[in-house]
Nanobody, 120 residues
Framework: QVQLVESGGGLVQAGGSLKLSCAASGIIGKIISMSWYRQAPGKQRELVALEARDGTKMYSDFAKGRFAISRDNDNNKDLVYLQMNSLNPEDTAVYYC????????????WGQGTQVTVSS
């Protein structure tokens, strides 16, 4: 069973930093890419950052220079992190971990999301 569990969200003042974590289980060795998305109230979900299996990373324009995605593994879990620096109120959103994995067929899996609130 595939499971993605995010942690690390919270309330931070503008200019501060947060590090989000996501532990993915049930898909060891089958991951094509891991990503972070976010969705602010009244807005569509948008890509924040992605790391492909070969280590290639890509960032949305608003994340470049401020956010960093990284991956690791621990026992039977794949881990993905999002280090967020120089946060501003516009970064307030629910942040979701996502993975594209090949388990019989190619599919996208999502975590439950973690709230990030940046106060001015």
């Amino acid at each position: 069973q595939v499971q993605l569990v995010e942690s690390g969200g919270g309330l931070v003042q503008a200019g501060g930093s947060l590090k989000l974590s996501c532990a993915a289980s049930g898909i060891i060795g089958k991951i094509i890419s891991m990503s972070w998305y976010r969705q602010a109230p009244g807005k569509q979900r948008e890509l924040v950052a992605l790391e492909a299996r070969d280590g290639t990373k890509m960032y949305s324009d608003f994340a470049k220079g401020r956010f960093a995605i990284s991956r690791d593994n621990d026992n039977n879990k794949d881990l993905v992190y999002l280090q967020m620096n120089s946060l501003n109120p516009e970064d307030t959103a629910v942040y979701y971990c996502s993975t594209v994995a090949l388990i019989g067929e190619l599919a996208t899996y999502w975590g439950q999301g973690t709230q990030v609130t940046v106060s001015s």
